[in-house]
């Protein structure tokens, strides 16, 4: 079974826009991961966040995590085409594996 | 290239075949992870390493399904006698002991007809 669940499922947006994707999980972590995802192709790691931080930055993406909700929110700003992908969450429990969700698709239009 | 890497990248076989998946880790990584990807889902795990040992197996892998990674180098992840309900992506990944990021292959593609 899967840990996380991504919303929306798919995203379609004009170059430019922001795009949020949202994360909920169900247990407590250790850290919360997001991945990207080109079609066909292996996944990339784009950013971690520990369970005792509420924000972090990383060029135009930003996370929040919310543990009291069980959720995070993973922020891309002026998107570009090439942000066209799908988008994973995925929650570290025990320190051993990573639990990943359905993601998000996500299509940037130029 | 320092990345991990994996073959073959395309595999179609007949129901009943038997198919072998090979990952080559990232070489300082102590950690191999097997995932299985279907259309529109994201990655379901199926086992872990931790060097050569074996640490943890996903009910999802059933006893057709065998993963090894001898010497705690490459591994390799063999599925007897195929089912339809096997096609699917497979993905390796490595990480090191501390898991902050997994560094994931290309992925293996299964079609099984």
């Known amino acids: 079974s899967q840990q996380g669940e991504e919303d929306p499922q798919a995203l379609s947006i004009q170059e430019g826009e922001n795009a949020t994707m949202n994360c909920s999980y169900k247990?407590?972590?250790?850290?919360l991961q997001w991945y990207r995802q080109n079609s066909g192709r292996g996944l990339v790691h784009l950013i971690l966040?520990?369970?005792?931080?509420r924000e972090k930055h990383s060029g135009r993406l930003r996370v929040t995590l919310d543990t009291s909700k069980k959720s995070s929110s993973l922020l891309i700003t002026a998107s570009r085409a090439a942000d066209t992908a799908s988008y994973f969450c995925?929650?570290?429990?025990?320190?051993?594996?990573?639990?990943f969700g359905a993601g998000t698709i996500l299509r940037v239009k130029s | 290239d320092t990345g991990v890497s994996q073959d073959p990248r395309h595999k179609i076989t007949k129901r009943g075949q038997n198919v072998t998946f090979r990952c080559d880790p990232i070489?300082?990584?102590?950690?191999l992870y097997w995932y299985r990807q279907t259309l529109g889902q994201g990655p379901e795990f199926l086992t872990y390493?931790?060097?050569?040992?074996?640490?943890?197996k996903s009910r999802l892998l059933s006893d057709r399904f065998s993963a090894e990674r001898p010497k705690g180098s490459f591994s390799t992840l063999e599925i007897q006698r195929t089912e339809q309900g096997d096609s699917a992506m497979y993905l390796c990944?490595?990480?090191?002991?501390?898991?902050?990021?997994?560094?994931f292959g290309e992925g293996s593609r299964l079609t099984v007809l």
């Open positions: 990944a490595s990480s090191s002991n501390s898991l902050r990021e997994l560094f």
């Open positions: 247990t407590s972590i250790n850290n």
């Open positions: 966040i520990r369970s005792n931080e």
């Open positions: 995925a929650t570290d429990v025990y320190g051993n594996k990573l639990v």
């Open positions: 070489s300082e990584h102590n950690r």
């Open positions: 390493f931790q060097n050569e040992a074996q640490l943890e």
